[in-house]
């Protein structure tokens, strides 16, 4: 009775991998060498799905990433180079099927934008905190008169004797 | 001096202003086709069983521009345009091919048949591979095809009839003058 409760409770703990490595792959036709099969999965992870938009094909069911998937295997067991397989998918589809976009003129303001708005708000910051410094100092360096000067002297004093009235 | 407190104010309306255009203008769905004023991809493919003759490559340039209608029996967004390419057909405005993709060749002529052929020509794409050649990534798009055979244009999902008048007519005007 009891065992039969701890194998139980060991299923239980143990059904989620069971799950998890159940949705992991794909019932589709893979390739026999694994080291290719491997490549294909790699490059498939790093193609966007058209239809989902931010999924990779690898991670989705539908039915164009399922063809994409194959094509990748096929363009692979042809013994294109990773960079060919990707090239004729950015043929037909653009940039855009590409999750990781290339650095190019087009997407230079993509890669390079958040750190030219960083510098500029870096330098920003830098000259209004200076021109706020620079304000404080502006006011120590005012002299006063001479006379000003005597009535301060006076009030120091008269309050340092406490009778300033 | 005293407008320097508005950079953030400014900053702020220039962001918001470029995110109300994205959110009603653009659409993240929508890509554009690589093949602006690329030849076609090469392809040969059977018609639809008593539809018409079989599409290939050479049969899209006809020295007049012509829409390629990439449909399925499947597709439900392109039973909303079919209404519209028979009128076209009826008033004779411009020549459309069918491209029958990831169909059945049973359920297509099916399909014609309850719906009527707007097509001059037909061609199965059971596997779908010619439509990913084309770059097609959803039913139903519709190409806008040169008199050389060159792709013009793509429009993604159904056409409209505005969508005609702004996007497909200027290039049949072009094209005719």
Known sequence: ?165 | MRIRFLIPVVTFVGIAAMMWYALFNLNPTEIPTEFVSKPAPEFSLEPVPGYGPGLAQEDLATGKVILLNVFASWCVACMAEHPFFMELKAQDTVDIFGLNYKDTPDGAAKWLARHGNPYKRTGMDLKGRVGIDFGVYGVPETFVISPDGKILDKIIGPVSPDMFESRIRPLLNEAGS
Do not use: H
């Open chain 1, 1 to 165: 009775m009891k065992s039969s409760f701890r194998l139980l409770m060991l299923s239980m703990l143990l059904a989620p991998f069971l799950v998890l490595s159940a949705t992991a792959v794909f019932i589709e036709e893979k390739l026999k060498d694994p080291v290719l099969e491997a490549r294909a999965l790699e490059i498939s992870a790093e193609i966007r799905c058209l239809v989902c938009q931010n999924q990779s094909i690898l991670d989705s069911n539908a039915e164009l990433a399922k063809d994409l998937r194959q094509i990748v295997r096929e363009r692979i067991a042809l013994g294109e180079s990773d960079e060919e397989v990707r090239g004729f998918l950015v043929d037909r589809y653009g940039d855009w099927v590409l999750l990781n976009p290339p650095f190019k003129i087009s997407t230079v303001f993509l890669w390079l934008g958040p750190a030219v708005i960083f510098i500029l708000g870096a330098f920003a910051m830098v000259v209004f905190l200076r021109g706020r410094n620079r304000l404080v100092e502006d006011e120590s360096r005012t002299k006063l008169s001479t006379t000003e000067e005597a009535e301060v002297n006076r009030l120091l004093k008269s309050d340092e004797t406490g009778q300033n009235s």
